[in-house]
């Protein structure tokens, strides 16, 4: 059974920073591409980065790039989102999925419950 | 960037209905379509992918069609569990999403 499970949210001020983790398990990790979503609280959908199945190639959103650094380690399972210079705007639930872009784009199959991040003084 | 537009953004509709969504890409897309459903505090769930293809198991009163910049979501014969908000993404240059569909009951 895939499950991805992210962690790592909370409350940070504005220009702070944070880290947010995804476990994944039941596929093959390293053969997948993955990415991140966010949903800002009452909103839709917006995506926010992707990397590739070897972490070579990454892809960010306009609204997160240069303040957003995506990471993965394959030995242990697990997805990073490194997040700096935050901005009221960052609120939302962040969920890790798989799926990405890359020599073929892929839908999103599966994904985690989301961790909550809020930016607020 | 590919802009995604949904419509209607509210359908109000019957169990036992049949309903339809579209989504309109800003530049064609050829057929690099997904449709999601999301219920209230739960993660999007993939319905369809490549425009009409049907994930396993989703029941087959979901269907896809379009290409290019034109696309439809069908729901047939609607269930109480089918009420939800519904959003088409583009995956063929990176990824937008449209605004999302609230299928409400009648």
């Known amino acids: 059974e895939v499950q991805l499970f992210e962690s790592g949210g909370g409350l940070v001020q504005p220009g702070g920073s944070l880290r947010l983790s995804c476990a994944a398990s039941g596929f093959s990790f390293s053969g997948s591409a993955m990415s991140w979503v966010r949903q800002a609280p009452g909103k839709g959908l917006e995506w926010v980065s992707a990397i590739s199945g070897g972490g070579i190639s990454t892809y960010f959103a306009d609204s997160v790039k240069g303040r957003f650094t995506i990471s993965r380690d394959n030995s242990k399972n697990t997805l990073s989102l490194q997040m700096s210079s935050l901005r009221a705007e960052d609120t939302a639930l962040y969920y890790c999925a798989r799926g990405g872009l890359g020599y073929v784009n892929t839908q999103l199959d599966y994904w985690g419950q989301g961790t909550l991040v809020t930016v607020s003084s | 960037d590919i802009q995604m537009t949904q419509s209607p953004s509210t359908l109000s509709a019957s169990v036992g209905d049949t309903v339809t969504i579209t989504c309109r890409a800003s530049?064609?897309?050829?057929?690099?379509l997904a449709w999601y459903q999301q219920k209230p505090g739960k993660a999007p769930n993939l319905l369809i992918y490549?425009?009409?293809t049907l994930e396993s198991g989703v029941p087959s009163r979901f269907s896809g069609s379009g290409s290019g910049t034109e696309f439809t979501l069908t729901i047939s014969s609607l269930q109480p569990d089918d009420f939800a908000t519904y959003y088409c993404?583009?995956?063929?240059?990176?990824?937008?999403f449209g605004q999302g569909t609230k299928l409400e009951i009648k």
């Open positions: 993404q583009q995956y063929n240059s990176y990824y937008t």
């Open positions: 530049q064609s897309i050829s057929t690099w």
């Open positions: 490549k425009a009409s």
